[in-house]
């Protein structure tokens, strides 16, 4: 095998003409997949595949082979096989097409272009050639320097020629070296196949394990919720047991406090037999027992009918003036506490909304009544406004006052039905503790929230919020307050 000086500019440039040759390409070969840093795998798949495109075209005239990096965007190298056209049938291009990235067979004439260009092969003059170029990937850590260069070409330069013998050694080396790293990889695989095998044992007995545990919660979360249907059931029964009590034992009770209030009242009548004054403050005591026993005994129907939802709404247009002019006059008649002042908003400020004026009546008296009752000295104040936010579909019905106040531990259990918060003022004046839980139920009926702040020693603060929907006036003024009735 010899150089030729015309082919230099190629990394390396050889004729091919004896067997010897052959198997020199293939230590060749395999030294520049060495050089280029590719790895034992690699290195025996280029060796083998040009050995078998070297062996099928031995005997070609002119026959050259070229080792080249040429341009482009994918760094390859390429070893292109060139001979005169003509001399042999067309190559087996399929051993060494299974082994490298890309093979290609061309035909026609003479090539001044790609590799033949490269190596500025001689062979003839102007003649048809032909040619094998063989190109394989260069590894990722490839870089394409002068020294770089100069390393593969001395690595293609530095092999002597061989016999049939050294070559058949060289390929068994080859061989053996092969099947140790096939060896190797399938022990590794063997391993592996171990850890996965292992890996899905644990993943099997991971998923079994949190099957059986969300099974157990699944059978705990089904008779969590079978108890708490059940308890929810006793509740509503025993919510409806209470209801039926309230209201049978409220009609019950009517009839003979309605005797004992009117039967006093006659014994106290002007037109009555005289009584000794004794006898009359016996009789006044029975009398204010009775409208108490008689406002509870009301008190107590009303909230049955609200938790059975047979309390009906009457919505109309409502003169707030009246309204608020007779609670006013009502609440002043029946009793102030001295250096207590009762403040109601202006008359002028109040519109006519529509809604019903019972249930609104009993929510500000409810109001008003529990702050008379536990304020000793200031004032009592309800004032009224319309929220501007809610377009004036909102209305605010807020009640102050300068009483002793509600502790903050406290706040949570005055909306308890019968709940009284302790002290002097609530020891001096009895009451049902249902005065704010019938307030609430009924704004909550009427469609609004009840809310209530207090600091004990300064006042407590109720601001009822209902929705508003303004109505006409009334043709002829508000007839004049009247106390209102007991009914």
């Known amino acids: 095998m010899t150089v030729s000086a015309a082919r230099s500019a190629a990394l390396s440039a050889f004729d091919l003409a004896t067997a010897q040759d052959v198997f020199a390409l293939r230590r060749i070969g395999q030294s ?7 790895d034992r795998q690699d290195q025996v798949r280029i060796a083998t595949a040009l050995s078998e495109l070297g062996r099928d075209r031995l005997g070609c005239d002119g026959l050259t082979v070229a080792f080249t990096l ?8 390429a070893v292109v096989f060139e001979w005169d056209s003509g001399t042999k049938a067309a190559p087996d291009l399929e051993p060494a097409a299974r082994l490298l990235n890309r093979v290609r067979h061309e035909t026609g004439g003479a090539h001044e272009t790609g590799a033949a260009h490269e190596t500025g092969a001689a062979h003839g003059s102007g003649g048809a050639r032909e040619r094998i170029v063989a190109e394989h990937p260069l590894p990722a850590a490839w870089s394409d320097t002068p020294a770089a260069r100069l390393g593969v070409r001395e690595a293609l330069r530095r092999h002597a020629p061989m016999t049939l ?4 050694r060289a390929q068994t080396r080859d061989l053996i070296a092969t099947l140790e790293e096939t060896r190797a990889q399938r022990e590794e695989l063997r391993r ?8 899905n044992r644990g993943v099997l007995a991971l998923y079994t394990e949190l099957s059986q545990e969300l099974e157990e919660t699944n059978s705990g979360v089904v008779a969590l919720h079978t108890e708490l249907e059940e ?15 309230w209201t049978n034992i409220s009609h019950e009770l009517r009839t003979p406090v309605n005797a004992v209030v009117a039967l006093s009242r006659l014994l106290l009548a002007a037109g009555s037999a005289p009584l000794t004054e004794e006898q009359r403050r016996q009789v006044s005591l029975i009398d204010a027992s009775g409208q108490t026993l008689f406002a509870l005994v009301n008190d ?9 939802g047979q309390l009906e709404i009457a919505a109309a247009p409502v003169d707030l003036r009246a309204l608020v002019g007779q609670l006013g006059a009502v609440m002043r008649s029946t009793g102030m506490p001295d250096g207590v002042a009762l403040l109601t908003p202006e008359p002028g400020t109040l519109p006519v909304t529509v809604t019903d004026e019972a249930l609104l009546t009993r929510i500000l008296r409810n109001l ?3 702050a008379l009752k536990f ?7 309800l004032e009224f406004a319309v929220d501007p936010e809610a377009a004036g579909q909102w209305m605010t019905f807020t009640v102050t006052d300068t009483g002793v106040g509600i502790p903050e531990s406290e706040l949570a259990r005055v909306f308890e039905e019968f709940y009284q918060v302790r002290g002097p003022l609530q020891r001096a004046h009895r009451g049902t503790g249902l005065g704010l839980p019938y307030a609430r139920a009924l704004t909550e009926l009427l469609g609004g929230t009840l809310r209530l702040s207090s600091t004990p020693g300064v006042g407590t603060r109720v601001e009822v919020r209902l929705p508003h929907r303004p109505g006409p006036r009334p043709a002829t003024p508000p007839a004049p307050p009247a106390p209102e009735a007991d009914a």
Do not use: C, H, Q, Y
């Not at 997949?33 to 590719?38: I, P, Q």
């Not at 013998?165 to 058949?168: G, M, S």
């Not at 592996?192 to 890996?199: A, R």
């Open 192 to 199: 592996l196949n171990d850890e996965l095998e292992e890996t």
């Open 375 to 381: 304020t000793e000295k200031g004032e009592v104040r």
């Open 300 to 308: 107590l129907l009303d909230m049955a009918k609200a938790e059975a």
């Open 368 to 370: 008003l009544s529990n």
């Open 231 to 245: 308890k929810s059931n006793r509740l509503r029964e025993t919510s409806e047991a209470k209801t039926r009590f």
């Open 70 to 77: 040429p341009p482009g965007p994918e760094p390859v190298l």
């Open 32 to 38: 520049a997949a060495e050089a280029l840093g590719m």
């Open 165 to 168: 013998a050294d070559d058949l």
